[in-house]
């Protein structure tokens, strides 16, 4: 919630969600690379807080944007956001995974997905002249569930993990991805739904030739479409999701599943490189027990750099070649030798530790190297230690 209603009434009727908690994008996973989003309940109270591909935002309380903000700024990337310090690459055609930290089963909507192209850096882009183009929606999925079933219901059994698909047809670039969802359960109300846009940094490689047409932020909805302004606890609903269109050669969407860390990656920084704390050298085992699949993975990842163009072509040319090196080897082993394996023993660096809250993650609960930090309820990774 976040909000202090002004009607008693209301605010009786929205009682009962109030303490739960929202959440915001945590990580980001391409291609088995991790990279860390912004933490708005945490970086604004760091003196350095880290350089990331996640957009700055000033809602400390994991906020909302309300429909009556959707003209103006905040609906961009979220409330006073600021350009990420840094930016993913990304192949057009494969996926991103999308975590956030927690999100609560009553906060019922779509999942929306855009991308903007950046004239230039996205670090240095200006906000209000981003146009949006729409790359994946699924709205209400079933509305014979209690309430209905909905995107943000999926993204929860995905261990609020969702994953998009970079349209494999668009031109190569920088592109800035606002995922989002909307929250219904007080949307039959004026001004009810909740917007919870959040952004991040990508290069985009390879690709087409397409480059979309997209909105404003500013002009995606207003308080009165019947996407936001909806009852959705009625039988029967037909959802009709806000926005643009999706693009040609979008899919609506793709499977939802989890995927991998093999090793961490840094967020690239305009000119200079990977973001501190530094170049990330990982070498060890990731063993998941219940996929009875162990995966080695020995990779050393440092983002690609983007230089730029203010920089002398030469410089450019040298600054943009991979300087990724990595050696995956996947091997499926027998359930019953990776499960002992996985039971002894501490985790390896960048492997799965902890407790997840399903009870789902049989492994290591130890780290060999670094320590076990939690991302969200149901993923705990041995990271280096600081
Ligand atoms: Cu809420």
Redesign the pocket.
């Known amino acids: ?2 909000i202090v209603r002004i009607s008693p009434f209301i605010a009786a009727l929205t009682a009962a ?2 303490v ?1 908690a ?1 959440g915001h994008v945590s990580h980001i996973v391409i291609d088995g690379l991790f990279y860390q989003g912004y933490d708005p309940t945490s970086f604004p109270y760091q003196a350095n807080p880290p350089t990331v591909v996640g957009w700055a935002t000033s809602q400390t309380d994991n906020g ?1 944007v309300e429909p009556n903000s959707f003209a103006n700024a905040d609906i961009i990337c979220h409330k006073s956001s600021v350009n990420a310090g840094g930016h993913a690459q990304v192949a057009a055609g494969s996926s991103i995974s999308i975590s956030w930290d927690t999100w ?1 089963e009553s ?1 019922k909507g779509p999942m929306i997905d855009y991308l903007a192209a950046c004239d230039g850096d996205c670090e240095s882009a200006d906000k209000a002249a981003l146009a949006f183009f729409k790359i994946d929606e699924v709205g209400l999925i079933d509305d014979s569930a209690s309430n209905g079933f909905w995107g943000s219901d999926v993204l929860i059994q995905n261990n609020n993990t969702w994953l998009v698909q970079i349209p494999s047809n668009i031109k190569a670039g920088n592109y800035v991805l606002r995922h989002e969802t909307i ?1 219904l ?1 007080s949307a039959g109300s004026a001004n009810g739904a ?1 917007a919870y846009p959040q952004c991040i940094n990508l290069e985009v490689t390879g690709g087409g030739a397409d480059v979309p047409a997209g909105t404003l932020a500013t002009e995606l909805y207003t308080p009165q479409d019947p996407g936001i302004l909806v009852n959705i606890y009625t039988t029967g609903l037909a959802y009709t999701i806000p926005g643009p269109a999706l693009i040609a050669g979008a899919s609506s969407s793709v499977a939802q599943s989890s995927s991998a860390i093999t090793a961490t990656g840094t967020a690239t920084v305009p000119g200079g490189g990977a973001a501190a704390p530094g170049t990330t050298t990982a070498a060890g085992t990731t063993t998941t027990a219940a996929a009875a699949t162990t995966t080695a993975a020995a990779a050393t990842s440092t983002a690609v750099v983007s230089t730029p163009t203010t920089l002398a072509t030469s410089t450019r040319a040298a600054a943009t070649s991979p300087t990724t090196a990595a050696t995956t080897t996947t091997t499926t082993a027998a359930a019953a030798t990776t499960t002992a394996a996985a039971e002894v023993g501490a985790q390896s660096l960048y492997g799965q530790c902890g407790m997840d809250a399903g009870k789902n993650y049989a492994g290591p609960t130890a780290c060999a190297e670094g320590t076990c930090k939690s991302w969200n309820p149901y993923y705990y990774q041995c990271v280096a230690t600081a």
């Open positions: 919630m976040g969600t109030t739960a929202h909302f609560p906060h929250a359960h909740q």
